[in-house]
């Protein structure tokens, strides 16, 4: 049980981390782009490392506050919450 809670929670903080940089590459585009409640949607549902560290490697939302100290702050929960689990 505790390899498939793996798999998901690496599947799930890659999509976070992927959706931040496919989101910054179409701002710079100008195209479409993702909704800020998918990014959130994404990081509630324990995506919030990959989420964090897309947001500073594609330096993306690093302006919005919430998305600033909301990201790490969700990231340290889900950590912790996931440390306490295993």
Request: aromatic letters at 16%; proline letters at 1%.
């Amino acid at each position: 049980m505790e390899s498939v809670i793996t798999v998901v929670l690496v599947v799930v903080n890659l999509l976070g981390f992927f959706m931040m940089g496919i989101d910054k590459r179409r701002a710079v585009k100008r195209s479409w782009r993702i909704s800020e409640k998918w990014l959130w949607t994404v990081a509630c549902f324990f995506g919030a490392i990959g989420a964090t560290v897309g947001m500073y490697v594609f330096n993306h939302k690093t302006r919005h506050v919430s998305f600033r100290f909301g990201f790490p702050f969700l990231a340290m929960l889900q950590l912790l919450l996931v440390l306490n689990y295993l």
